[in-house]
């Protein structure tokens, strides 16, 4: 087995095949309903984000104290990334903000979020889970089930609402609660509450975090409106109380390289990830990368460069990892390019295949760690 796959895992874990059950919760995104306002940190180092010809105007203090115009590191590199991929003459901070100025989230995200195989939210918790079971129970014969909190931010709702959601979808035949989530949505009572709630209920809970990618410049560019330390810090809570962390990397964005899918292997690994989601890049109607495609302003990398860079972030990620999937699909109503128009079971035993026909695997360079350099010593 070249990877470490999910499925394995949960026979492994359970003792038999078990089977997810998309819950809709009905949330929001903090990026998405003007909490994360256009110019939160642009205002806390006092830069003011202007459009000019794929380039930040930054603030600068001169001598007297007062902003001066000038241009900022990071607006340097953000205008290479809108040149490399294609962004266009217009600012892509400017691009993410609604006409009424609130946020309209991530550049892939659609309205509906990631949850478009959830059933209403208007369905109470326990009914989209009995619903699911009759449904998946019936069609497969199963008797295990994940609830899984898949759309939007599941975590950023009232702590009462949210305690009473998680409560509720602790049923008959629930082994586990995943948890879809952002980095800056964790907080030490939310987690707490998990940590008693798996105690008493004997349930697992893994939180799974979207990051996408590590770099900051690629993060910006998402319009993701958190960073690296938000995500860390996540981790190390959810880490501390005992819960398990999955985090979903999309592994073609053009703003990466493959050592950017590489060092995500890496830091991964280093902040002891329990599962990890690959993505493929999907573009849908209605989003501002949407837009900028049809516009002819964005150009997906190609199929070759998304196997590549994912079998070689395999390569160096840790091999206790369990990965639970390796390429994923899009809402096919609203999708304007997903998976290069082939089917992703077809990606997937590409990626399978390219590994095994080269002799490569998962952990194969999961040797950086734990003070490498000082292996110099010890061979002496």
């Not at 070249?2 to 492994?12: G, M, P, R």
């Not at 879809?180 to 008693?196: A, E, H, K, M, Y």
């Not at 096919?332 to 590409?350: Q, V």
């Amino acid at each position: 087995m070249v990877y470490n796959k999910f499925s394995e895992y949960l026979k492994k874990r359970y003792g038999t095949k078990v089977y997810k059950l998309p819950v809709s919760l009905g949330t929001t995104c903090p990026n998405r309903d003007g909490t994360l306002r256009p110019d939160l940190n642009a205002e806390a180092v006092g830069i003011a984000h202007t459009p000019c010809n794929n380039r930040d105007v930054a603030l600068q203090p001169d001598s007297n104290g007062f902003g001066s115009a000038g241009t900022s590191a990071d607006a340097t590199v953000d205008a290479e990334i809108c040149a490399a991929t294609g962004a266009g003459t217009n600012d892509h901070y400017h691009d993410a903000i609604a006409d009424d100025g609130a946020c309209s989230g991530c550049i892939f995200c659609g309205i509906e979020g990631s949850g478009f195989e959830t059933l209403p939210p208007e369905n109470s918790i326990r009914e989209q889970l009995e619903a699911n079971k009759r449904y998946i129970g019936k069609k497969y014969g199963a008797e295990k089930f994940i609830a899984y909190f898949q759309n939007y931010s599941n975590t950023y709702i009232a702590f009462d609402r949210f305690s009473k959601a998680m409560n509720e979808a602790c049923i008959e035949g629930i082994v586990a609660l995943y948890i879809g989530t952002r980095p800056d949505c964790i907080d030490d009572r939310r987690v707490d509450f998990l940590r008693q709630l798996k105690e008493e209920k004997g349930v697992d809970i893994v939180i799974e975090l979207g990051l996408q990618s590590v770099n900051h410049h690629t993060l910006r560019w998402l319009n993701r409106r958190h960073g690296l330390a938000e995500f860390i810090d996540a981790v190390l809570r959810i880490k501390r109380a005992g819960l398990e962390v999955c985090v979903h990397m999309i592994n073609d964005l053009p703003a990466d390289d493959i050592y950017d899918v590489i060092e995500a292997a890496k830091v991964l690994s280093a902040l002891g990830t329990d599962q990890v989601k690959c993505h493929s890049l999907y573009i849908l109607e209605n989003t501002v990368l949407g837009k900028a495609y049809k516009e002819g302003r964005f150009k997906p990398l190609s199929m070759e460069e998304f196997i590549e860079r994912t079998v070689s972030f395999l390569e160096y990620l840790d091999p206790d990892i369990v990965v639970q999937r390796l390429i994923g699909r899009s809402p096919t109503g609203r999708s304007l390019f997903c998976n290069w128009y082939t089917s992703w079971w077809k990606i997937h035993d590409m990626i399978v295949e390219k590994m095994v026909r080269e002799g490569r695997y998962q952990g194969r360079h999961f040797d950086y760690l734990n003070g490498r350099a000082l292996r110099h010593f010890r061979d002496t």
